[in-house]
């Protein structure tokens, strides 16, 4: 059974389905204030669901937006480097006042663990103080600031570190699991930033599970025996090994395709079936361009690596072949290497190429083939292109790249 998540991440989970909520919209003509939850915020409309109610706004309806997305921007586009109590206090209270409930709890902990004697941190975290020392609550357990700051013994005493729109656990030392946390929640803001738009997707509100190992003897066997890294749908989980520090473009690779799930699950249908090709291919997308350092500089995602786009040109893979790939395909197929460059740039050419002309029709082909609406047929309809017509632009997008 699922753990049941902290009682911080209910609420802010179940705000959503109320017919008030966290996210407020001003309207221009009126100045009247909706309350809801903005499950769509793009720059050609708004969409508020109050309930079960889909509300949808253009951009000229709209005085003023305030969501817990937008607040949690600022928080994220804060650089951390160097920063100490009082700093992570500041974030703490802000994020506290913008009903950022487990970002505020996770930067009270910094706070702590940088000054276990702060008392705003120690009230804000329900500490129990006895003569000098410090009990923190996680869960059932109370732990000491020195006991947070190493690995636990046990994935037994993993610690559960709920995020805005992820349930982290792990065994790690609680720094660095506050650290993973907020990859994660900055993760998000990045793929919803490149693809809410072209593929119209809706926000997720269940939080899906990231579970972060310490150790190899704790990590759960996978679909692929070996694989460090792996996301099972069934429970909406990924599961991570870092025993040594795991491949970040792997994790990253991993972690969109459970993104990609959920947003399509959310805004397209309750199965959200995603072609393997695509999503390979936008896991690609956002793998090639993340650093290969922890926490380090990404690169501009959409770049092109030119070295697989001269992988496919020579492999010569039909768009057919890769359409109707399997997961075997890419995860055991001794030509891995030159289906997943294919996919990876099929989907650049549909989200990059002739200008991103392409990408609303293929996300309209995405929303309707997590409805199961999966064939060839169905990608030529939305881009109002024949099959040799496409295959023939992709090439073209190809050779174009590796000039």
């Known amino acids: 059974m699922r753990r049941m998540q902290s009682t911080c991440l209910a609420l802010v989970l179940a705000l959503p389905f109320l017919g008030d909520g966290p996210d ?36 000229s309806e709209v005085r003023e937006v305030r969501t817990l997305e937008r607040s949690l921007a600022q928080v994220l586009d804060r650089d951390l480097a160097g920063a100490d109590a009082a ?4 974030l703490a209270q802000s994020c506290a006042d913008s009903g950022l409930a487990p970002e505020a709890r996770n930067f009270w902990l910094r706070v702590l663990l940088a000054d276990p004697k702060h008392e705003a941190a120690g009230k804000a975290l329900d500490v129990q103080r006895v003569r000098d020392e410090v009990r923190v609550p996680f869960d059932k357990v109370k732990r000491t600031p020195a006991e947070l700051a190493k690995r636990q013994a046990s994935w037994k005493e993993a ?18 699991a506050l650290d993973v946390g907020l990859a994660l929640e900055r993760n998000y803001r990045r793929f919803y930033a490149t693809l809410a738009e072209p593929l119209e997707l809706y926000l997720f509100d269940e939080a899906p599970e990231v579970f972060v190992y310490g150790r190899a003897e704790d990590f759960p066997v ?29 994790v990253v690779h991993e972690l969109t395709r459970l993104m990609l799930f959920n947003a399509l699950r959310r805004g397209a249908g ?27 500089a990404w690169s501009p995602i959409g770049a092109i690596d030119k070295a697989d786009f001269q992988r496919v040109l020579a492999d010569k893979l039909t768009i057919e ?40 029709n293929y996300g309209r082909f995405l929303r309707e ?35």
Not at 25 to 48: A, H, I
């Open 270 to 296: 309750a199965t959200a079936q995603v072609p393997q090709w695509t999503s390979t291919g936008i896991a690609e997308l956002f793998a090639k361009a993340a650093p290969a350092q922890r926490f380090g």
């Open 321 to 360: 072949r890769v359409f109707n790939a399997a997961g075997n395909d890419f995860n055991a197929d001794p030509k891995r290497p030159q289906m997943t460059a294919a996919a990876y740039s099929l989907v650049h050419f549909l989200v990059f190429g002739r200008e991103g002309a392409l990408r609303a």
């Open 159 to 176: 610690l559960e570190i709920p995020c805005s729109h992820f349930t982290l656990r792990t065994d790690l030392e609680l720094s660095l």
């Open 369 to 403: 083939g997590a409805k199961g609406k999966l064939s060839m047929g169905a990608l030529t309809d939305a881009l109002s292109m024949s099959k040799d017509d496409i295959e023939r632009a992709w090439r073209e997008h190809l050779e174009a790249g590796v000039r």
């Open 24 to 59: 407020r919209v001003t309207l221009e003509k009126t100045g009247k204030v909706l309350e809801g939850r903005v499950v769509f915020d793009g720059p050609s409309k708004l969409v508020l669901r109050q309930g079960s109610k889909d509300t949808v706004l253009q951009p």
């Open 222 to 250: 996978a679909p692929v025996k070996g694989d460090p890294i792996w996301f099972a749908p069934g429970v909406n989980r990924l599961n991570v090994l870092a025993e040594s520090d795991p491949s970040i473009p792997a």
């Open 87 to 90: 700093v992570f206090a500041e």
